[in-house]
């Protein structure tokens, strides 16, 4: 039996970029699987395809199809606390939402309990559903693991736009993180394509198959084994802070995906600049959001100063322009 999908029901979307794949490899892509795994699924019965068609692990799969991976026969549901999500703003196109760690974004390969997506139908509609209805709202995701900031659309036609400033790389994203080593450095940038990691599928990886990915970094404070930084989002790769500063060398504190475990319970990184434009009134809008405290009192335990936070960029006042 594969152990991820044993106790939670998970239902998919097909995207652009999973139009002419077969099901195997749409799956073994987007459940960060081997191809292995996603075969076994579908030879168990577990995998449903709508509009109907015969399942097997050749078909291939349109963009709209509705996948859903049943769980194991017999496995039960078990519903995992979680903290809510900080309401930042809200109009009629769009909400921005300060994320916790610890919440999962939509429904995802065994994961028990709720998701950002199952809250925000409780807070009530509309939401758009260009994602699928499973992800009503999200134009775009952060790690469980991961706290900040995250746009969701109200509308379709907001969501079209807030994708399309993605891709165009007009909405910034900037991240607080803290990493394992030193910069001789004060700023820089890694220009590395990001793709999945073909020795362990559930990893991304820095690849030559990869996609075209880009970060920029700037130091804020050093201390004796790690540093702050900011960074700047120049793409939007699956894991790609994560990926992109394991590859130079410098990983997350406490990433125990690509680099070291720890005792705290999350890697050590913090969305905290959301810079776009509004999707009606085209009216430029920057949310910024203070370090949580978990991550404010890791920084002052390595002797960060406690001054120094007023004075990141992020501490302006939304709304304002830097």
Same mark, same amino acid.
């Given at each position: 039996?594969?152990?991820?999908?044993?106790?939670?029901?998970?239902?998919?979307?097909?995207?652009?970029? /999973?139009? &002419?794949?077969?099901?195997?490899? +749409? %799956? !073994? =892509?987007?459940?960060?699987?081997?191809?292995?795994?996603?075969? $076994? #699924?579908?030879?168990?019965?577990?995998?449903?395809?709508?509009?109907?068609?015969?399942?097997?692990?050749?078909?291939?799969?349109?963009?709209?199809?509705?996948?859903?991976?049943?769980?194991?026969?017999?496995?039960?549901?078990?519903?995992?606390?979680?903290?809510?999500?900080?309401?930042?703003?809200?109009?009629?196109?769009?909400?921005?939402?300060?994320?916790?760690?610890?919440?999962?974004?939509?429904?995802?390969?065994?994961?028990?309990?709720?998701?950002?997506?199952?809250?925000?139908?409780?807070?009530?509609?509309?939401?758009?559903?260009?994602?699928?209805?499973?992800?009503?709202?999200?134009?775009?995701?952060? /790690?469980? &693991?991961?706290?900040?900031?995250? +746009? %969701? !659309? =109200?509308?379709?036609?907001?969501?079209?736009?807030?994708?399309? $400033? #993605?891709?165009?790389?007009?909405?910034?994203?900037?991240?607080?993180?803290?990493?394992?080593?030193?910069?001789?450095?004060?700023?820089?940038?890694?220009?590395?394509?990001?793709?999945?990691?073909?020795?362990?599928?559930?990893?991304?990886?820095?690849?030559?198959?990869?996609?075209?990915?880009?970060?920029?970094?700037?130091?804020?404070?050093?201390?004796?084994?790690?540093?702050?930084?900011?960074?700047?989002?120049?793409?939007?790769?699956?894991?790609?802070?994560?990926?992109?500063?394991?590859?130079?060398?410098?990983?997350?504190?406490?990433?125990?995906?690509?680099?070291?475990?720890?005792?705290?319970?999350?890697?050590?990184?913090?969305?905290?600049?959301?810079?776009?434009?509004?999707?009606?009134?085209?009216?430029?809008?920057?949310?910024?959001?203070? #370090?949580?405290?978990?991550?404010?009192?890791?920084?002052?335990?390595?002797?960060?100063?406690?001054?120094?936070?007023?004075?990141?960029?992020?501490?302006?006042?939304?709304?304002?322009?830097?």
């Amino acid at each position: 039996m594969v152990e991820p999908f044993e106790m939670a029901l998970h239902e998919l979307v097909a995207t652009e970029e /999973d139009d &002419g794949l077969r099901l195997d490899a +749409v %799956l !073994a =892509r987007r459940l960060g699987i081997g191809r292995g795994e996603a075969h $076994q #699924l579908i030879l168990e019965g577990r995998v449903a395809v709508a509009p109907g068609a015969a399942v097997k692990p050749s078909l291939t799969i349109r963009e709209g199809a509705a996948i859903t991976i049943a769980p194991a026969p017999g496995a039960a549901e078990v519903e995992e606390a979680v903290d809510e999500p900080r309401l930042v703003y809200q109009d009629e196109l769009i909400a921005v939402v300060d994320k916790p760690a610890g919440l999962v974004v939509h429904p995802a390969p065994g994961h028990r309990g709720k998701t950002l997506a199952d809250i925000v139908r409780e807070w009530g509609g509309p939401w758009s559903e260009v994602a699928g209805r499973e992800r009503p709202g999200i134009v775009h995701r952060l /790690d469980r &693991g991961t706290s900040g900031l995250m +746009v %969701l !659309a =109200r509308t379709d036609t907001a969501h079209v736009e807030l994708s399309q $400033q #993605l891709r165009a790389r007009t909405m910034g994203r900037e991240y607080w993180a803290l990493v394992r080593g030193h910069f001789r450095e004060a700023r820089g940038r890694i220009d590395a394509a990001v793709g999945r990691d073909p020795a362990q599928p559930r990893r991304m990886a820095v690849t030559g198959g990869g996609r075209e990915a880009a970060t920029e970094f700037f130091v804020l404070e050093r201390f004796a084994d790690q540093t702050s930084i900011r960074l700047r989002l120049l793409s939007g790769r699956t894991h790609q802070i994560r990926v992109h500063l394991a590859y130079i060398g410098r990983p997350l504190v406490a990433d125990g995906l690509y680099g070291q475990g720890g005792d705290r319970s999350r890697p050590a990184l913090h969305a905290a600049m959301l810079h776009l434009r509004h999707p009606g009134s085209g009216r430029e809008m920057v949310f910024c959001s203070r #370090l949580p405290a978990d991550l404010e009192k890791l920084r002052l335990s390595l002797g960060g100063s406690p001054e120094a936070t007023a004075a990141y960029p992020w501490s302006v006042s939304p709304g304002a322009i830097w």
